[in-house]
């Protein structure tokens, strides 16, 4: 293993990074942009007849954007002699820029939809037609584990019991304000199950093996780093960390068709964002024309109109697509678990560990090792896609 390196050498390096470290701890995108009144709104939207445009609240902004941009751009990136990581933290200080723009126009329509599309792109031609692609395949097949059976306490009580797999420690939290059925907090080491949810046997399953499997091994993975980078987010890591995080699904053959088609469900819903729907458009969209039941129908509306435009939810199928190739043609997953980063970045990575600036992962996905994948028309499905 090579050896880690603090010395003078890259002095100016591990300044910068430490001063980004302690700027970029206010810009946890996920702690502003989950509506604090979901319960509330969803009442008068169902009590509407689905006619009801909701009227979200979010949690106030604690930091002042201006000052922070202003300390972002202000670093002497100059002083990072080698182009590769000095071209790394330029882009990684544009990603924190946008983000910052993402929050403070959360809550003002188009304003936070044209911040998110920097930040998240929206989805392609070739992404729309993969979405499709997956909604003609049958997922009527009945099975016990799918019966929403478990609420958030014995959830709380699954996620301990298979986080011992793992010698990492973290705390688990239950809250009212959640638009997913649960959620890991990166910077405080938490994970967030929604009070309200009821979880089936296959989704606790599914959310073990992508929240804990992979996004908390990322989470402390990035902390054994010398560099704080890997642990706050590479550029554009969200494609690679949710693409790693269902492909830990189906390699723990917990992946199911209708999972599938539920993040086939996130791309219509995020393209119908492009296309100018309003809250209720998409919601229509996806329970009538699809057929979806209105709860699912809500829960994916909701996610992607929240904070005005919200495009995060395009990137988990675009990146199990990218995954499942990049796995196939048996390139290294190690890598990308060393903490928040994005396949783009491989070469610069490599090269960051070959100089002691980064070391391999501590800890590794556990359905990657053992292989649990039986499901051979998720292979075909996942192999077709563009």
């Known amino acids: 293993m090579a050896q880690i390196r603090t010395t003078e050498e890259f002095q100016n390096l591990f300044d910068i990074d430490a001063n980004l470290n302690r700027l970029v701890k206010n810009i946890e995108l996920l702690n502003y942009i989950n509506p604090q009144n979901i319960a509330a709104e969803k009442k008068k939207f169902f009590s509407s007849k689905y006619n ?137 080491q938490t994970l967030v199950l929604r009070k309200s949810h009821k979880y089936s046997l296959n989704q606790l399953k599914v959310l073990t093996n992508h929240e804990i499997g992979v996004h908390m091994v990322t989470t402390f993975n990035g902390l054994e780093q010398p560099l704080k980078v890997f642990s706050n987010g590479l550029p554009n890591n969200v494609e690679t960390q949710e693409g790693l995080a269902v492909y830990s699904e189906f390699m723990s053959g917990c992946l199911t068709i209708e999972r599938l088609k539920e993040l086939a469900f996130r791309v219509i819903a995020v393209d119908s964002l492009n296309k100018g729907y309003n809250f209720s458009d998409t919601f229509h969209l996806l329970h009538n024309q699809h057929k979806l039941n209105r709860d699912k129908a809500f829960a994916i509306t909701l996610r992607v109109h929240r904070g005005g435009g919200f495009t995060k939810d395009h ?45 391999r992962p501590k800890y590794m996905t556990d359905s990657y090792l053992e292989n649990n994948n039986t499901n051979p028309n998720l292979d075909f499905i996942l192999s077709s896609l563009k």
């Open 52 to 188: 009801y445009e909701p009227e979200f609240k979010y949690p106030k902004m604690r930091f002042n954007g201006y000052k922070l941009h202003r300390l972002f751009f202000s670093q002497r990136l100059e002083r990072i002699e080698d182009d590769d990581i000095r071209q790394l933290y330029e882009d990684i200080i544009y990603e924190y820029s946008g983000l910052i723009e993402c929050i403070e126009t959360i809550g003002y329509g188009r304003k936070f939809y044209f911040n998110s599309l920097k930040s998240f792109g929206t989805p392609t031609e070739k992404d729309i037609e993969n979405a499709k692609f997956i909604l003609r395949f049958d997922d009527s097949e009945f099975d016990e584990e799918m019966l929403p059976m478990y609420n958030a306490t014995e959830a709380k009580e699954y996620f301990s019991e298979f986080s011992k797999r793992y010698e990492f420690n973290y705390n688990i939290k239950i809250s009212n304000n959640l638009s997913a059925a649960a959620m890991v907090l990166n910077n405080t």
């Open 315 to 359: 990137l988990y199928l675009k990146g199990i697509r990218n995954i499942y190739k990049y796995a196939k043609a048996e390139k290294d997953l190690g890598i990308l678990l060393t903490g928040k980063v994005s396949y783009e970045y491989i070469p610069t990575m490599e090269k960051l560990i070959e100089l002691g600036l980064a070391v």
